[in-house]
């Protein structure tokens, strides 16, 4: 199994652009979510999705859209960047709800000027 | 915010043993606490987690006090590879909507040092 696999590795964008972030996972988990990392800090939920065709709003969704239409691929899309949306974002799946363990994939490091 | 309490920082040599406190004294009877790690620029790794009981894995030993208000992750022969972030995260295993989503905090530093 490739795991949890996000594409691109990097990306540098020019603000007001919109790009997607690639995730997909090959263990036919249900649960799948974004996160995005700021220097020094823990990581934060931004989307999330316990099935396909079901996706809610983590703890900082603003300037982002998520859509779930296969178990395997759960996108994320910037519609107007900002440098604000700076970061590092990871891509995670997990079995259920109720699983233990979630398994990261290798992150995307995005940089908006 | 996060439920748990992790010092900044801890410092460990190459072959001993790490042990790393968590304070999570506000823990709920059904949440179990759950430990991560971050090798610098990868994705966080699933180490270890547990409810009451100490746990242990080919990766580590997760003790819990009797109170549960605190644990400690005891790596028992720390390398250099061990070098990195480690999150103490409690979260209930059963739940709808949000709340069973991981809450990071900043975490504990470890460096390995030879």
């Known amino acids: 199994n490739a795991g949890v696999t996000q594409t691109p590795k990097f990306q540098v964008l020019k603000t007001g652009q919109s790009m997607t972030l690639q995730c997909a996972q090959d263990?036919?988990?249900?649960?799948m979510s974004w996160y995005r990392q700021d220097p020094g800090m823990g990581l934060r939920l931004i989307h999330y999705?316990?099935?396909?065709?079901?996706?809610d709003q983590g703890e900082v969704p603003n300037g982002y859209n998520v859509s779930r239409s296969t178990t395997e691929d759960f996108p994320l899309r910037l519609l107007s960047a900002a440098p604000s949306q700076t970061s590092v974002y990871f891509c995670?799946?997990?079995?259920?709800?109720?699983?233990?363990?979630?398994?990261f994939g290798p992150g995307t490091r995005l940089t908006v000027t | 915010d996060a439920k748990t309490t992790q010092p900044t920082s801890m410092d460990c040599a190459e072959g001993r043993a790490a042990n790393l406190p968590c304070n999570h004294s506000t823990i709920s009877g059904n949440e179990y606490v759950y430990w991560y790690r971050q090798i610098h620029s990868q994705g966080p790794q699933y180490i270890i987690h547990?409810?009451?009981n100490n746990e242990t894995n080919e990766m580590a030993s997760l003790i819990i006090t009797e109170d549960r208000k605190s644990s400690t992750l005891i790596l028992p022969h720390a390398t250099l590879r061990d070098t990195a972030v480690y999150y103490c995260?409690?979260?209930?295993?059963?739940?709808?909507?949000?709340?069973?989503?991981?809450?990071f905090g900043k975490g504990t530093k470890l460096s390995v040092k030879p």
């Open positions: 263990m036919n988990h249900e649960y």
């Open positions: 999705s316990v099935g396909a065709g079901i996706t």
């Open positions: 995670a799946s997990q079995r259920g709800q109720g699983a233990y363990e979630q398994y």
């Open positions: 547990g409810l009451k």
């Open positions: 995260i409690v979260r209930a295993p059963n739940y709808g909507g949000s709340q069973g989503n991981l809450i």
